[in-house]
Every structure is written in structure tokens, then in C-alpha cells.
């Protein structure tokens, strides 16, 4: 059975980081298009990042230079490395698999997500 696991979520200050992984179990994360989402209380779920096959990556505006996701496909696992948080970030955090080759933006084009991961960032 196809799984992915999130964890790395927590509570930090404004300006700190956090570390979150997607581990999957039941299929090679390597061979899939991985997207990261997030959910805030009353929004609606919302693109974070995409890392493709061929380790090509997609940013929300609102995010780039300050996530970075990567692969460890030794670990069989997708991180995303999240720096200068700020309240804004509060979210639960998801990780899903696509099938296609190129990124999405819309949460119907991916399937097997996790459980989510919370985070909280406030002073």
C-alpha cells in the first residue's frame, strides 16, 4: 500500500526554521513528481512546492528563497527546508505524489497524502 509520512513540524519563532520530510513507503518517491502543500485554519489548500524526476523544482512566489526542497532517495524521502518563517507560514503541511512529469499547482492532481504536519510559527 502506498504511503507517505510527514514529520518536522512544530512550534518556532518568527525568523527560525524548520526541517519537514515526506517518507514514503509502497513505491520509489524518485520515479514521481512530489508536491508539499499547506492548509491554514479556514483556507483553502494551497501549492507550497513541486520536485520533479529529474529533480527540476517549482516555489510559490511567496516562498522562494526561503524553501528549499530536496531529495534523499536513498532515504526514499522528500524534504522541505523552510528558513525566515514568519506567522504567515502557519499551516498544516502536506506531501503528495503526482503521476505527470511537470508540477501542478492544484491539490486534484495529486493523490496518496499524508496525514499533515503542523506548523506553528509565533513569538
Known amino acids: 500500500q502506498s504511503q507517505l509520512v510527514e514529520s518536522g513540524g512544530g512550534l518556532v519563532q518568527p525568523g527560525g526554521s524548520l526541517r519537514l520530510s515526506c517518507a514514503a513507503s509502497g513505491f520509489v518517491l524518485e520515479d514521481y513528481t512530489i508536491g508539499w502543500f499547506r492548509q491554514a485554519p479556514g483556507k483553502e489548500r494551497e501549492w507550497v512546492s513541486c520536485?520533479?524526476?529529474?529533480?527540476?523544482?517549482n516555489y510559490q512566489d511567496s516562498v522562494k528563497g526561503r524553501f528549499t526542497i530536496s531529495r534523499d532517495n536513498a532515504k526514499n524521502t522528500v524534504y522541505l527546508q523552510m528558513n525566515s518563517l514568519s506567522p504567515e507560514d502557519t499551516a498544516i503541511y502536506y506531501c503528495?505524489?503526482?503521476?505527470?512529469?511537470?508540477?501542478?499547482?492544484?491539490?486534484?492532481?495529486?493523490?496518496?497524502w499524508g496525514q499533515g504536519t503542523q506548523v506553528t510559527v509565533s513569538s
Open positions: 503528495a505524489v503526482r503521476i505527470g512529469y511537470y508540477c501542478s499547482v492544484s491539490p486534484i492532481d495529486f493523490r496518496s
Open positions: 520536485i520533479n524526476r529529474r529533480d527540476n523544482t
